[in-house]
């Protein structure tokens, strides 16, 4: 079992930042991927971005050039610095996690778990 905690939303203006933090706890394995999830009301749960413990990140094409993820791997922790945020970015924000591993070239991927979400409002 995995448990992540997240921190750090609030309330921000148009043009503002904020920093989401995620800790991880229990039964982690030396390769996975972190990430953040996003919902907004009456809309699916969908990727905001993600990183491997190699440091490989992958990021929506809406949040490209404003939004940076980055990882502590001894820590367990996950970070998203959100800059110049737009009120179509306000939703409840989800840490996830999940193992990784290699075999024959090929990428395989263990069970998702996810936080209790944080929320993130944008006002213009």
């Known amino acids: 079992q995995v448990q992540l905690v997240e921190s750090g939303g609030g309330l921000v203006q148009a043009g503002g930042s904020l920093r989401l933090s995620c800790a991880a706890s229990?039964?982690?394995?030396?390769?996975?991927?972190m990430g953040w999830f996003r919902q907004a009301p009456g809309k699916q749960r969908d990727l905001v971005a993600s990183i491997t413990t190699g440091d490989t990140t992958n990021y929506a094409d809406s949040v490209k050039g404003r939004f940076i993820i980055s990882r502590d791997n001894a820590k367990n922790k996950v970070y998203l610095q959100m800059n110049s945020l737009k009120p179509e970015d306000t939703a409840v924000y989800y840490c996830?996690?999940?193992?990784?591993?290699?075999?024959?070239?090929?990428?395989?991927?263990?069970?998702?778990?996810w936080g209790q979400g944080t929320q993130v409002t944008v006002s213009s």
């Open positions: 229990g039964s982690i394995f030396n390769t996975n991927q």
């Open positions: 996830h996690y999940r193992r990784t591993w290699e075999s024959h070239g090929t990428t395989y991927y263990g069970e998702s778990y």
